[in-house]
């Protein structure tokens, strides 16, 4: 679930750039990805609920994404 979230993020940012060829936007893709750190899955996991996971899952925006950050979103179970 935190490998998929992390695509996500990085979908709902690249959401808004406009006017890049798709290399282009492959090597940004690549780039984002590289400054969540290779450690992000792992972080996710031991941090974060499965709620937190869902909701970050479901949100269409920055604004949507930034709401599941609050760790009381959900029950304290540990995402995968």
């Known amino acids: 679930a935190c490998e998929q979230m992390r695509e996500h993020l990085l ?3 690249l959401a808004t ?6 290399d282009a936007l492959k090597a940004q893709r690549e780039s984002l990805r590289n400054s969540l750190g290779a450690d992000f899955v792992s972080a996710c ?3 974060m609920t499965r709620k937190m996971v869902q909701c970050a899952l ?3 925006d920055g604004e949507a994404l930034a709401h599941c950050d609050d760790p009381s979103v959900g029950a304290p179970k540990r995402a995968e």
């Open 17 to 22: 750039v406009s006017g890049r060829d798709a």
């Open 11 to 13: 979908d709902v940012r």
């Open 58 to 60: 479901g949100a269409s």
């Open 45 to 47: 996991q031991q941090k």
